[in-house]
């Protein structure tokens, strides 16, 4: 990652599962509720803030198979969040484009968990 310098910078999954999160939230206020989509916004933001909780626990495991542990939980939030989102788009059409954008990042936030957990070799 380089930042507007054009500089290499740390890349921080810390903060991208809480920008991650802030957008989720922000999304999730924007929405018209309605008594299909209430439950289904409050399931989404669960899931979505949850991706950044769980990661940043894994980062303070006191062991291997804790850490393993926490970001595959991590992992399933994001594939649930993807879930959630596609309910989202269907329940509240006016927002598909911007549930598409958010489940984009979900989706590269999941690779990524995924990849964390295959070289991380359980002990």
Same mark, same amino acid.
């Given at each position: ?34 008594? /299909? ?7 989404? /933001?669960?899931?979505?803030?949850? /991706? ?15 850490f ?7 992992? @399933?939030?994001a594939?649930?969040? @993807?879930?959630w =989102? ?5 329940a ?12 984009q990042?979900t989706?590269? =936030?999941? =690779?990524? =968990?995924?990849?964390?957990l295959?070289?991380? @070799?359980?002990?």
């Amino acid at each position: 990652m380089t930042n507007a310098s054009g500089e290499q910078r740390p890349y921080d999954l810390e903060e991208r599962t809480a920008t991650f999160g802030e957008a989720a939230i922000d999304f999730a206020m924007s929405l018209k509720r309605s008594p /299909v989509a209430s439950p289904l916004i409050s399931q989404f /933001v669960r899931s979505a803030t949850s /991706v950044g909780a769980n990661y940043c626990e894994a980062d303070d495991a006191e062991s291997k198979k804790d850490f393993r542990h926490k970001i595959a939980i991590s992992r @399933k939030e994001a594939r649930e969040t @993807k879930h959630w =989102l596609r309910m989202i788009a269907r329940a509240c059409p006016e927002s598909k484009e911007n549930a598409r954008h958010l489940w984009q990042e979900t989706k590269e =936030l999941h =690779l990524i =968990l995924s990849k964390i957990l295959r070289n991380t @070799k359980p002990n």
